[in-house]
């Protein structure tokens, strides 16, 4: 994958919100050059790189962190989402706190939940397979 603003012409777009850098680095180990990676450490920097017209358009799917994210917080990233085309969406999840207190509001947001750090070889499968259905 490569950095922010990188251009691999051809290869799947990959929108990443992390603020850790452990998932990124685990998607480079996993996927290699398979994808070009957009990283933001926060929606807010992804929001303004979107009002400033750098984000790009054409995503495969999008890799979001949520640790001991509120409802406030998912609210904001959901209008985000809407103002982007359609694209399956997948949550990391990191939580300390109740999560059943979030679980139903993050099951009506996306139903790709992936548990870090052991599930991130599901999650490599999954956007190899959301990678051959946009090209299939």
């Not at 850790?20 to 180990?29: G, K, W, Y």
């Not at 982007?84 to 949550?91: A, H, K, Q, S, T």
């Not at 939940?113 to 299939?136: A, C, H, M, N």
């Amino acid at each position: 994958m490569t950095p922010p603003g990188g251009q691999d012409e051809g290869k799947p777009i990959l929108l990443v919100i992390e603020s850790d850098r452990r998932v990124r680095e685990a998607l480079e180990a996993e996927l290699g050059g398979s994808f070009v990676g957009e990283f933001y450490p926060s929606l807010e920097e992804a929001v303004e790189a979107f009002e400033k017209g750098t984000l790009p358009s054409n995503f495969v799917a999008a890799v979001v962190e949520m640790k001991n994210t509120t409802k406030d917080e998912l609210v904001r990233y959901t209008g985000f989402f809407n103002r982007l085309p359609e694209m399956p969406i997948f949550l990391t999840l990191c939580y300390s706190g109740d999560f059943q207190l979030q679980e139903s509001h993050i099951k009506a947001w996306t139903k790709n939940v992936i548990f870090r750090p052991f599930e991130i070889d599901k999650l490599t499968r999954s956007l190899k397979s959301v990678t051959l259905e946009k090209e299939g």
